[in-house]
């Protein structure tokens, strides 16, 4: 369960940077947070089920350090209060609307029309 969240968010850590998707500092460190703690749990449990008696104590505290260091990420990537940001629009000008228009409405009948056909037969039938 744990290798898959990390694979997840560090499969859309790498799909944001590959594709140039602007991500905002908050939401990046709390990506970062997940990842680092989801990839110390699989470590932590994969490395301890061997090596259980030796380095026990030595595996809790690092994986306590990993969630404060995750804790901290999370912390400080949520100390100001976040606002919702969306897309300028921008409008085309008129002109462009009123040639557009036409078209779609015309297709948009047509659309109707042949949903009629497909759908009277059926209205008709009792």
Same mark, same amino acid.
């Given at each position: 369960?744990?290798?898959? +969240? ?17 991500? +905002? ?20 449990? /994969? ?10 104590a030595l595996w809790n505290l ?11 990420? #999370? /912390? #400080? ?18 002109? +462009? ?20 056909? +497909?759908?009277?037969?059926?209205? /008709?039938?009792?």
């Amino acid at each position: 369960m744990e290798l898959s +969240i990390a694979a997840v968010v560090v499969g859309v850590l790498l799909f944001t940077r590959y594709y140039d998707v602007q991500v +905002i500092a908050a939401d990046r460190s709390l990506a970062v947070g997940f990842c680092l703690y989801s990839c110390f749990s699989v470590l932590n449990n /994969t490395i301890l089920e061997h090596y259980l008696h030796r380095y026990g104590a030595l595996w809790n505290l690092l994986g306590m350090l990993a969630f404060l260091a995750s804790l901290l990420l #999370w /912390t #400080w990537a949520l100390r100001k209060p976040q606002t919702e940001t969306g897309p300028e629009e921008t409008l085309l000008s008129p002109g +462009i609307y009123q040639t557009v228009a036409p078209q779609v409405n015309l297709r948009l009948r047509s659309l109707n029309d042949q949903l009629c056909k +497909i759908w009277k037969p059926e209205v /008709t039938r009792q």
